[in-house]
């Protein structure tokens, strides 16, 4: 995409912003993205902003009907849950929705804010609140791909916890990712002597990401997943 038509803004956010809410800069990156499939594809890339679990659930278990598999959600008012990661499911339009092929699934993280926090007389921020909470998305997500040779999933991660010469926090996020390189795009599962790896694209840093950054990994995860799933169903 021509690096001119990325200069816009969106509500108030320019390409190179580092100063913006880490999610207004993750939704910026993601209209690139958007704009993007819509040049180069003619295809219409639509946000689900959440995905309730009792729908991943049912998916899983027509999937696999038949089988000695069961699954099932412990809360029985579970109508009610659902996954929200910042940057929502991304998914074309013309491709239909019984069932939607996901492209992309993003997410942000940021986590070392407590002298900030402090300022602004919020409490403090656990160390590793925002890994754990990434480690919950991630099982999901993995439910959510189960069957597919894919996990089109990108998390943006940023703070002083991320620094590798400060803080242990990041052979958390490291471990996570199966011990597979962060900061590097994966898209594909690998198959290694009958076992499934599951590596995701998992970018951290101390410094903010602007959102020039973040759309270039989104959009090499994005325009993978639509060869796949243009493979793999003739889409």
Known sequence: ??????????????????SSKMEKRLGLALEMVS???????????????????????EAMQERYKGSKAHFELAFRGH????????????????WGDAPRRFILVAEAKRQGTSDVREKEKRPKQGRGNAVERLGKNMRGVDALFLGERITPFVCFGEGCDFDPDKSSIIDRVAT??????????????IQIEGDT???????FREQPWTPGEMYEPLMDVARRAIAYYRKQYRL
Request: proline share 5%.
């Open 1 to 18: 995409m021509p690096r001119k038509a990325l200069r816009k803004s969106h509500v108030g956010i320019t390409l190179n912003d580092r």
């Open 35 to 57: 704009d993007t499939i819509r040049t180069e594809y003619q295809l219409t890339a639509v946000i689900a902003k959440r995905i309730y679990l009792a729908d991943v659930v």
């Open 79 to 94: 109508t009610n849950t659902y996954m929200q990661p910042d940057g929502g499911f991304m998914w074309i339009e013309e």
């Open 176 to 189: 996570l990712n199966g011990f597979f390189p962060l900061n590097e795009t994966h898209v594909d599962k």
């Open 197 to 203: 790896l599951k590596p995701t694209s998992l970018y």
